[in-house]
């Protein structure tokens, strides 16, 4: 489809937060169900060409609103040439003014290969990086399909700290025959290892990936919810022996800390995607439009050849989904959701987006606290969150 380009001088001031997606990766995770491809030969230079071009053309559409976080995610961004991050920083701070505190964060594997550019994309303008190590154990690093070693993993995040000023890493729990003893000392030598942020997912088994297959044939069996609820409990514990707090879900940080980006999503401000899949909420001509680009790599990079832009949705979200979006990402968060702010990005009241008999009930039973203009998930409701969520938001 062709999506014209509004008028950038509308009055939107709302701060953005820029996504980048780079598609590529060594290889398919098995358990990974994001849009990552694997290619015998990356096209480097037409792929930065075209996310140059989409960049271009969303600013000429957006004007020039602050911006105050990048993110370059994937896929493997840490297989981006460093030129490439350096042309896209460059420019997206050109095209938009940046915040004081402008973040920069890129996604990297702590394979050999990709740890050698680390300086490079310092030089670039990255200020924090995010390392996929998802464990600190060789046998569970063979069995999530990942490229690298606890060696390698080690290697990675000492170098890491010795270059960038901000660091994060991702681990995964609840992997198959995990016990909570075994995790507590992983978690703890992870927390003894981390710099200010930690990602600490669940493993979930996700449609169409070959960790789906292997689950249907019995190969692969999870602990048990009662199990991976006190995997989830003694998270929470470890982590704030080391002081970090769960400030989302899944997201621990010492205070200040936090993922300026990814409170970007959760807190329902505006964000710009660019790059093959990647998705958008943008604030143009009066209104909040969700944008969606081609997902697949090539046909992706031909639509920008041609017209610009890789776009194949943007259409306006109404007040109800934006109430039923804001509320499904506001709750993840310790912070919860202003409704002042709820009411201003929805133009509903919190009354009219969620079922009133629910929401006593969450209240009674301490999952949900509803307090000076605010409403946020307390630490029983966070445990049992999705089937909240399910269950609340019309």
Same mark, same amino acid.
């Given at each position: 489809?062709?999506?014209?380009?509004?008028?950038?001088?509308? $009055?939107?001031?709302?701060?953005?937060?820029?996504?980048?997606?780079?598609?590529?990766? #060594?290889?398919?995770?098995?358990?990974?169900?994001?849009?990552?491809?694997?290619?015998?030969?990356?096209?480097?230079?037409?792929?930065?060409?075209?996310?140059?071009?989409?960049?271009?053309?969303?600013?000429?559409?957006?004007?020039?609103?602050? #911006?105050?976080?990048?993110?370059?995610?994937?896929?493997? @961004?840490?297989?981006?040439?460093?030129?490439?991050?350096?042309?896209?920083?460059?420019?997206?701070?050109?095209?938009? @003014?940046?915040?004081?505190?402008?973040?920069?964060?890129?996604?990297?594997?702590?394979? /050999?290969?990709?740890?050698?550019?680390?300086?490079?994309?310092?030089?670039?303008?990255?200020?924090?990086?995010?390392? $996929?190590?998802?464990?600190?154990?060789?046998?569970?690093?063979?069995?999530?399909?990942?490229?690298?070693?606890?060696?390698?993993?080690?290697?990675?995040?000492? #170098?890491?700290?010795?270059?960038?000023?901000?660091?994060?890493?991702?681990?995964? %729990?609840?992997?198959?025959?995990?016990?909570?003893?075994?995790?507590?000392?992983?978690?703890?030598?992870?927390? *003894?290892?981390?710099?200010?942020?930690?990602?600490?997912?669940?493993?979930?088994?996700?449609?169409?990936?070959?960790?789906?297959?292997?689950?249907?044939?019995?190969?692969?069996?999870? @602990?048990?919810?009662?199990?991976?609820?006190?995997?989830?409990?003694?998270?929470?514990?470890?982590?704030?022996?080391?002081?970090?707090?769960?400030?989302?879900?899944?997201?621990?940080?010492?205070?200040?800390?936090? /993922?300026?980006?990814?409170?970007? %999503?959760?807190?329902?401000?505006? %964000?710009? $995607?660019?790059?093959?899949?990647?998705?958008?909420?943008?604030?143009?001509?009066?209104?909040?439009?969700?944008?969606?680009?081609?997902?697949?790599?090539? @046909?992706?990079?031909? #639509?920008?050849?041609?017209?610009?832009?890789?776009?194949?949705?943007?259409?306006?979200?109404?007040?109800?989904?934006?109430?039923?979006?804001?509320?499904?990402?506001?709750?993840?968060?310790?912070?919860?959701?202003?409704?002042?702010?709820?009411?201003?990005?929805?133009?509903?009241?919190?009354?009219?987006?969620?079922?009133?008999?629910?929401? *006593?009930?969450?209240?009674?039973?301490?999952?949900?606290?509803?307090?000076?203009?605010?409403?946020?998930?307390?630490?029983?409701?966070?445990?049992?969150?999705?089937?909240?969520?399910?269950?609340?938001?019309?």
């Amino acid at each position: 489809m062709t999506v014209d380009a509004p008028s950038p001088d509308d $009055g939107t001031t709302e701060p953005l937060a820029l996504y980048i997606h780079w598609p590529f990766c #060594l290889s398919k995770c098995p358990y990974c169900d994001f849009n990552s491809h694997v290619r015998d030969e990356i096209p480097q230079a037409r792929f930065a060409a075209a996310l140059r071009a989409e960049l271009a053309w969303e600013a000429s559409r957006l004007g020039r609103r602050p #911006l105050a976080s990048v993110f370059f995610g994937g896929g493997t @961004p840490s297989l981006m040439a460093p030129e490439t991050v350096a042309a896209l920083i460059e420019e997206a701070t050109r095209y938009f @003014p940046p915040c004081d505190d402008l973040e920069i964060t890129l996604e990297a594997n702590p394979t /050999s290969v990709e740890a050698g550019r680390f300086r490079a994309f310092r030089q670039a303008g990255v200020n924090r990086v995010s390392l $996929g190590i998802q464990s600190l154990h060789d046998e569970a690093l063979k069995g999530l399909g990942r490229q690298h070693d606890a060696g390698q993993a080690m290697a990675a995040l000492e #170098l890491a700290h010795t270059i960038f000023p901000r660091l994060s890493f991702d681990l995964i %729990y609840a992997r198959p025959g995990q016990t909570v003893a075994a995790w507590r000392q992983e978690l703890r030598q992870a927390l *003894s290892l981390a710099g200010d942020h930690l990602s600490l997912y669940q493993l979930t088994i996700e449609p169409g990936t070959a960790y789906e297959a292997s689950f249907r044939r019995g190969e692969i069996i999870l @602990p048990s919810d009662e199990q991976a609820a006190e995997l989830y409990e003694v998270t929470g514990e470890e982590a704030a022996q080391f002081g970090m707090t769960a400030y989302e879900v899944s997201n621990y940080a010492r205070s200040g800390a936090e /993922s300026r980006h990814n409170l970007a %999503y959760w807190r329902y401000a505006d %964000y710009a $995607g660019i790059g093959p899949g990647a998705h958008g909420r943008v604030s143009h001509s009066g209104s909040l439009f969700a944008t969606r680009r081609h997902r697949a790599p090539e @046909p992706w990079a031909e #639509l920008v050849e041609r017209q610009g832009h890789g776009s194949t949705l943007e259409e306006e979200v109404e007040p109800q989904e934006r109430a039923r979006e804001m509320l499904l990402m506001g709750l993840r968060i310790t912070d919860g959701i202003d409704e002042a702010r709820f009411r201003q990005r929805t133009g509903l009241t919190l009354e009219q987006a969620v079922d009133q008999e629910i929401l *006593s009930l969450a209240l009674d039973n301490a999952y949900l606290s509803r307090e000076h203009g605010n409403l946020r998930a307390l630490p029983e409701g966070r445990v049992r969150l999705n089937a909240l969520l399910q269950a609340l938001v019309l």
